[in-house]
T-cell receptor, first 115, second 111 residues
Framework: DVKVTQSSRYLVKRTGEKVFLECVQD?????MFWYRQDPGLGLRLIYF???????EKGDIPEGYSVSREKKERFSLILESASTNQTSMYLC??????????????FGEGSRLTVL | GEDVEQSLFLSVREGDSSVINCTYT??????LYWYKQEPGAGLQLLTY?????DMKQDQRLTVLLNKKDKHLSLRIADTQTGDSAIYFC???????????FGTGTRLTVIP
């Protein structure tokens, strides 16, 4: 069974702290994504990666960075957390293959609260 | 970029049909998807339709695509309490690596 695992389901951090959100997939997928989900705004793409050490900005990259040192792991980093980064963060992966449906497989989410 | 709109809330009685609607602005998608998010969980693919199709039926689910009006809908027949969730439509876009998601519709099924 395919699996995307996010290491922390719930985090509470203070303003200015550095935050790491980890995501691991066991499906050998090339593409990995970080979204944030806010009520009434749906899912907004922060960053994505289509290969090891490669990254691309999404729609809302400000205040975030990412790291992909291994194919299976994609980390989201908040260098200095702020209260407006309180949100649900969702990691996803997909297989990039001609003719595939492009289905995204999601982790269960990490709910971050910044005080 | 793509604008994808959905109503935020829908309530139906158990046993009735639910219709969740989605409108979009860009018509270059190859696949259009419906994802379901149950409470406390990530999103799971529910069904999808290829852009050259008008309709797709999968058990209690019917997807309708009106390309002229840029309108996608998901009909759930005989809605059950277990169908209570947030439903997202999503579209791919030629040349883009990611999907564009709607705002999500929270479906509440009243027993």
């Amino acid at each position: 069974d395919v699996k995307v695992t996010q290491s922390s389901r719930y985090l509470v951090k203070r303003t200015g702290e550095k935050v790491f959100l980890e995501c691991v997939q066991d499906m050998d997928h090339e593409n990995m994504f970080w979204y944030r989900q806010d009520p009434g705004l749906g899912l907004r793409l922060i960053y994505f990666s289509y290969d090891v050490k490669m990254k691309e900005k999404g729609d809302i990259p400000e205040g975030y960075s990412v790291s992909r040192e291994k194919k299976e792991r994609f980390s989201l980093i908040l260098e200095s957390a702020s209260t407006n980064q309180t949100s649900m963060y969702l990691c996803a992966s997909t297989l990039y293959q001609q003719g595939s449906t492009g289905e995204l497989f999601f982790g269960e989410g990490s709910r971050l609260t910044v005080l | 970029g793509e604008d994808v709109e959905q109503s935020l809330f829908l309530s139906v009685r158990e046993g009735d049909s639910s219709v969740i609607n989605c409108t979009y602005t860009d018509s270059s998608s190859t696949y259009l998807y419906w994802y379901k998010q149950e409470p406390g969980a990530g999103l799971q693919l529910l069904t999808y339709i290829f852009s050259n199709m008008d309709m797709k039926q999968d058990q209690r689910l019917t997807v309708l695509l009106n390309k002229k009006d840029k309108h996608l809908s998901l009909r759930i027949a005989d809605t059950q309490t277990g169908d209570s969730a947030i439903y997202f439509c999503a579209l791919d876009q030629t040349g883009a690596n990611n999907l564009f998601f709607g705002t999500g519709t929270r479906l509440t099924v009243i027993p």
